[in-house]
């Protein structure tokens, strides 16, 4: 008979995002079981290895992701405050510059997997569907694009104040994301 599990796997997940922030990709699988509570065989027994830790850690950190997008926008009004909400909410939790730092470096790592890579891949997916739909329900941006174009300059100012502040953290992130979407989304909202 199989012992019940004290810890969940979202537990885990969670750790394992915890034990990225400190370590870059050079965490191991000790590591995240300090953080989380449990034996590294514990860890082993559920992922198999720490590749599947971050295959699981990745598509489960999509779906937080793009839960949190979309109750940050549903409680925000339609238009510019509920895609920057969105966007904010996304960002929330990678303010600290090493620990931004080291997500970036296991970034660098997870795109030399295939796996990994079309996971990270199928996330921004995730994240840029959700972008469209906001804006698609959207009001106050007549000189918005088409809402895929719109997702995708979205997604590509988000990734890109991430990856500039992450090696020049001057400020908050929250601010400095919040002021660079701003400035793309400003424009939008007067007919071109």
Known sequence: MARPRTISDETILAATGVAIGRHG?????????????????????????KRGLLLSATRAGSTRTVAAMRA?????????????AALLAAARGLGDPDAAANHLA???ADLADPDL?????????AMRAELARI?????????????RRAADALLAQWNGVLLAWSLDPRG?????????????????????
């Open 135 to 147: 804006v698609r329900r959207a009001s106050g941006l007549p000189g918005a694009p088409s809402p």
């Open 172 to 192: 908050a992130l929250e601010r400095r994301l919040a002021r660079d979407l701003d400035s793309l989304i400003d424009p939008w909202r007067t007919h071109p």
């Open 25 to 49: 990709p050079g965490f191991t699988l000790a590591d995240v079981a300090r953080e989380a509570g449990v034996a590294a065989g514990t860890l082993v027994g559920r992922f198999g290895s």
């Open 117 to 125: 890579r079309a996971a990270v891949g199928d996330q921004m997916d």
């Open 106 to 108: 296991q970034l660098g």
């Open 72 to 84: 940050a926008a549903d409680g925000a009004a339609p238009g510019p405050d509920a895609l920057r």
